[in-house]
């Protein structure tokens, strides 16, 4: 029997699935996706497949490659997802289908505890007392954990100081000379990948592969048949970070103090280490003084000698005294390299920090765009345009040792475009011939939600706009108690809008007013899906960034999505600039093809929050007139889901209540 009858198989009603799964239903789209997954593995190439929310893509995907017998890789834009594939949709799948598959979970390093480094953190001068406190659990957790994946650590918080001194990078690393290499946990996960038939990584991990050879997977790539990549919207931003060249202060300030330590600890007086880190030190804030009055967050275009707004002189000169310290460093350094390992790695540190000073000295790379981002910490950044060479190059036209066939390449997102080639997503990813698949969301969106475009609201660049969309933020969440998330495209919007609401809200028993970056965003989310209960009021949450995606709030929890303007990428950022430039030069419309694109994807997302299962009901508001006065703005809409239309305020105002009139188990219209 082939691949795509087995699939066919288990998705039937009484098949597999169905069996194995209470809730399990059969749907067409999801049968359709995974018929064109079991083509595409067993004929090669490429597919493409927009699933909308709702279709089950996951099982659509899984299915096929558990059942092709081949090794597989799967990668994903988050963590989260990583970790719900490896340890829940992988096994119940393998234990549905009866097979026998071996799994594993590949993460980057900064992912697992370093033996090694936690030993030296111990003996680091800086640590205060919370700091020798969180490391103590630490130490405490690595005697029983098996993995050493932080990740399963009870309590410890992803922003805690202590993480960067119990993890490796790339660069500290001491690899095969390291005393813990045996028990390295990094490495075990490795050897499992490679032992594996089924492999779960993230796009940071698979592109910082690609740039480096350096994580694995230049062992592990070439064995694998099948390679599947989901919430594929984000590869193509992904992908940029690592394919370029980038040099932090931070990055230089790192090696400064590991030098400094390594050298006391292990030829103290045999060269002068305090001058030496000191020199890389003061060298690095020189850089950062050579900026002036930047304020933070700020991406400044470097098309000449120094970035815009840095005087040439000042910039030339401290650039070239940090490489003359880098070099001094690794000439002093080279005099100690037999004395131990960790000399040997600061010394090829050394030289890669000082070839990455002089590839910034000299002019950017045909192709690429060069910016500097201005932060506590400076970042030189070097990167092309869009990943489609890379892709070309080194994933579809590379060998595969494991087998002479060729390999799948299978890319899946509910969100990848808004015309019938998916152009968003193909074109920069170079997927220009790959099949194409467009796979409709089951869900009934005309009764299940609506979509309101407030007239009356100030323009997004009147004085007055956010104050105006808090304060439709606060009358409607008062209407369905709380249920709300305001989703802004800003963070000086986010900070108008929250602080707004908070101040209203201060110690209200009827509202509670959540705002990104005052907690962790899974807190956040944890406390938005309790809603009001036990007591507690209901929750409007205000956020941006992230929040736009990956935010899963089904049931009655939230009913009201808010948007508070057209999502249009920032045109005085370089990457940006540099696209349009290249889309003028091309002779094509930056702003049809670039950047109303760019906007309809992302409010595909932003709307994708609101309706997440069947029996979900909601309403979406975009606070944007341009949604309903500009040309465009039908394109926009069309991109959105089929939600009913509510043209008035009074619809608005009935929609609201409509879900406050139904059961708390199952809104519905009335």
């Known amino acids: 029997m082939g691949l795509q009858a087995l699939a066919l198989e288990a998705f039937a009603p009484g098949g597999a699935l169905e069996r194995a799964a209470e809730h399990f239903r059969p749907r067409s789209g999801q049968t359709e996706m995974a018929l064109a997954v079991a083509r595409t593995i067993e004929s090669g190439g490429a597919l493409v497949v927009e699933a909308g929310t709702g279709v089950g893509k996951t099982f659509s995907y899984l299915v096929p490659a558990l059942l092709c017998g081949e090794k597989v890789l799967l990668s994903t834009a988050t963590k989260t997802l990583q970790d719900q594939l490896y340890g829940r949709d992988l096994p119940r799948l393998a234990q549905a289908l009866g097979l026998p598959v071996r799994t594993a979970l590949l993460k980057g390093r900064g992912s697992y505890l370093c033996l090694h480094r936690m030993e030296q953190a111990r003996h680091d001068a800086g640590l205060d007392r919370f700091g020798e406190r969180a490391l103590a659990k630490v130490e405490e957790w690595a005697k029983a954990t098996r993995t050493g994946d932080l990740a399963e650590m009870p309590g410890l918080d992803e922003r805690s100081s202590v993480i960067p001194l119990v993890t490796s990078t790339r660069e500290n690393c001491l690899g095969s000379q390291c005393p813990k290499f045996r028990s390295c946990h990094v490495n075990i996960a490795r050897r499992d990948a490679l032992a594996a038939d089924v492999v779960v990584v993230n796009h940071h991990l698979f592109f910082a592969d690609l740039a480096v050879r350096e994580s694995g997977m230049a062992e592990l790539l070439p064995t694998v048949r099948v390679a599947i990549f989901d919430e594929a919207h984000q590869l193509n931003e992904t992908g940029v970070q690592f394919l370029g060249r980038q040099l932090g202060t931070g990055q230089l300030i790192d090696f400064a103090r590991d030098m400094l330590a390594a ?34 967050g700020t991406r400044l275009r470097w098309l000449g000698r120094a970035p815009d707004e840095v005087r040439e002189d000042a910039w030339e000169g401290a650039l070239g005294e940090l490489a003359r310290t880098l070099e001094e460093a690794r000439a002093g350094l080279d005099t100690v390299s037999e004395l131990s390992p960790e000399f040997v790695r600061l010394h090829e540190r050394a030289a890669a920090l000082a070839e990455r000073c002089d590839q910034f000295q000299r002019r950017a790379a045909e192709g690429s765009v060069r910016w500097l981002d201005v932060g506590t910490q400076l970042r030189l950044v070097e990167s092309p345009l869009d990943i489609a060479e890379a892709v070309q190059g080194k994933m579809l036209g590379a060998k595969n040792d494991a087998e002479p066939s060729r390999r799948s390449w299978i890319f899946t997102s509910a969100t990848l475009g808004d015309d019938e080639r998916l152009s968003w997503f193909t074109e920069p990813c170079g997927l220009g011939d790959a099949e194409v698949r467009r796979v409709a969301s089951p869900f009934d969106y005309p009764s299940q939600a609506g979509v309101y475009v407030p007239r009356e609201m100030p323009r997004p660049s009147e004085a007055g706009h956010s104050e105006a969309v808090a304060a439709l933020a606060a009358e409607s969440a008062e209407r369905l108690g709380g249920r709300t998330m305001v989703l802004t495209t800003t963070l000086r919007a986010l900070r108008t809008i929250g602080e707004a609401l908070q101040r209203r809200y201060e110690g209200s028993p009827a509202l509670e007013v959540l705002v ?77 093809e670039y950047f109303v694109a760019e906007a309809a994807v992302a409010l595909k997302q932003g709307a994708g929050r609101l309706i997440r299962r069947e029996t979900d009901k909601g309403v979406l508001a975009v606070c944007d007139t341009r949604l309903a006065t500009m040309s465009y703005g039908r394109r926009l809409m069309a991109a959105l889901p089929p939600m009913r239309r509510l043209e008035t305020r009074e619809a608005y105002l009935e929609a609201l209540a409509a879900l406050t009139r139904t059961s708390t188990t199952a809104p519905a219209w009335t």
Do not use: Y
């Not at 690095?284 to 002036?292: F, M, N, P, Q, S």
């Not at 091309?586 to 702003?591: E, L, M, V």
């Open 516 to 592: 990104q970056g005052q907690w962790p965003k899974r807190r956040l989310i944890e406390r938005f899906r309790e809603g009001a209960t036990h007591g507690a009021p209901g929750c409007l949450l205000v956020a941006s960034a992230s929040f736009w995606e990956g935010v899963d709030v089904p049931g009655d929890e939230l009913q009201l999505v808010i948007i508070d303007k057209l999502p249009f990428p920032p045109p005085n950022d370089p990457l940006v600039e540099a696209r349009t430039e290249r889309l003028q030069s091309q002779g094509r419309n930056p702003f049809n």
């Open 263 to 296: 050298g006391l600890q292990h030829a103290r007086g045999l060269v002068d280490w305090q001058h030496l880190a000191g020199a890389v030190e003061r060298a690095t804030r020189d850089l950062r003084l050579a900026v002036g009055r930047q304020g933070n």
